[in-house]
């Protein structure tokens, strides 16, 4: 019973970590597709971007289980999306006009398909432990 579960959980796991790992590769590739000119040039034609080479991720365990995803990025990330700068207060006309969303058009479709995929594993586990038991008459379990 006890490697069912540590099976189970490396499983469920393993479908957030590659969650994770797909979620951020669309933030890249949103930020990309914006052509934002934060970009350094750096010695022999290469390109540094601070804010796209920042963006990842982290897994919060407790008993081995997964239960927190952090995303991580530096702080002009939030300003970007807010369009906020110098002279450019939250909420103004100005951050109005200079706001680039990136995360805004990635997370909710994202939170979405991990919803998906956790309620799916959810059910197919609540169902496998569904037992019917009438003494004398019938005593099984739902197999997948």
């Known amino acids: 019973m006890a490697e069912r579960i540590a ?6 796991n393993k479908v957030i970590r590659d969650w994770a790992r797909l979620t951020t590769q669309q933030l890249k590739r ?3 597709g914006m052509g934002i000119h934060s970009r350094v040039k750096l010695e022999r034609g290469r390109v540094d971007d601070p804010l796209l080479d920042s963006v990842g991720y ?5 008993d081995g289980q997964i239960y927190a995803i952090p995303l991580k990025f530096i702080r002009h990330g939030i ?4 369009g906020v700068g110098k002279g450019r207060p ?8 200079y706001k680039k969303p990136w995360l805004s058009v990635v997370l909710p479709s ?15 586990e ?6 019917f038991l009438i003494p004398g008459i019938i005593d ?5």
Not at 58 to 62: C, E, F, H, N, V
Not at 110 to 124: M, P, Q, V
Not at 126 to 131: H, L
């Open 126 to 131: 609540i169902a496998n432990e569904i037992r």
């Open 7 to 12: 099976d189970r959980i490396e499983a469920e």
């Open 58 to 62: 982290a897994l919060k365990r407790r």
């Open 90 to 97: 939250a909420g103004s006309l100005a951050a109005q006009r």
């Open 79 to 82: 300003f970007l999306e807010h």
């Open 30 to 32: 949103q930020l990309m």
């Open 140 to 144: 099984t379990k739902i197999r997948k």
């Open 110 to 124: 994202r939170i979405d398909a991990l919803a998906e995929i956790l309620a799916e594993n959810a059910a197919t």
